[in-house]
Nanobody, 129 residues
């Protein structure tokens, strides 16, 4: 079982930047996928971005494409989410999640939280207008 711990959230003005980190421990692996999801009260978790440990392939949600990037440092077992040009609508709790195996590297599987078996507690991001 892999454990995930997020950090880097906080309060930022619109137009600002934050970098979230997700550190994996326990049963880490050189394969598999790590994703970032976000959730606001009363709504389901929404996919933000995902990356593979092995070759760094990425998938970014259209709502944040061009503003957010995802990267990983295998030596540190860490995945990053760089968020630029933040907007008030980006306000949410951001969770990282991991899965060792997806049925296929497609948007349908990547964007479904049910396909990720390990989750962190989340970090709050608040963007003020």
């Amino acid at each position: 079982q892999v454990q995930l711990v997020e950090s880097g959230g906080g309060l930022v003005q619109a137009g600002g930047s934050l970098r979230l980190s997700c550190v994996a421990s326990g049963h880490t692996f050189s394969s598999g996928t790590v994703g970032w999801f976000r959730q606001v009260p009363g709504k389901e978790r929404a996919f933000v971005a995902a990356i593979t440990w092995a070759d760094g392939s990425t998938h970014i949600a259209d709502s944040v494409k061009g503003r957010f990037t995802i990267s990983r440092d295998n030596a540190k077992n860490t995945v990053y989410l760089q968020m630029n040009s933040l907007k008030p609508e980006d306000t949410a709790v951001y969770h990282c999640a991991a899965t060792q195996r997806l049925p296929a590297w497609t948007s349908a599987y990547l964007t479904n939280p049910a396909n990720f078996g390990s989750w962190g507690q989340g970090t709050q991001v608040t963007v003020s207008s």
